[in-house]
């Protein structure tokens, strides 16, 4: 409970749905037909990455600007939500640069 309320349960809704599109990452293929489960991985979840990485750099943002007001353990707790998001945009960087790169040399 205290670790929900320390970064909040909507960042940990953003690192679970980040869990599952690093997930999906090693099955994702860009090879025709998309119907049921190849269109999800196929078209909706590179797709939600791309979006996922501009929610995760505003939260950082976001979370930069909160931290301009703060002193003590609340400007710890912020650098702690930020070290966190940028682990989270690596992460999800690299599991889906192999299906990234394919799909620029295609």
């Known amino acids: 409970m205290k670790f929900i309320n320390y970064f909040g349960i909507m960042r940990i809704a ?8 690093v997930g999906l990452a090693p ?3 860009d090879a025709p037909p998309f119907g049921g489960w190849r269109a999800v991985v196929g078209n909706v979840a590179p797709a939600l990455t791309i979006i996922m990485l501009f929610v995760i750099a ?7 600007i ?27 960087i690299t599991a889906w640069k192999p299906l990234v790169i394919r799909l620029l040399q295609a």
């Open 27 to 29: 099955i994702a293929t």
């Open 66 to 92: 909160f931290m301009t007001d703060t002193e003590g353990t609340e400007r710890t707790r912020y650098w702690r939500i930020i070290g966190l998001e940028l682990v989270l945009i690596i992460v999800l």
């Open 14 to 21: 953003l690192a679970v749905f980040t869990a599952i599109l």
């Open 58 to 64: 505003l939260d950082i943002m976001m979370s930069r």
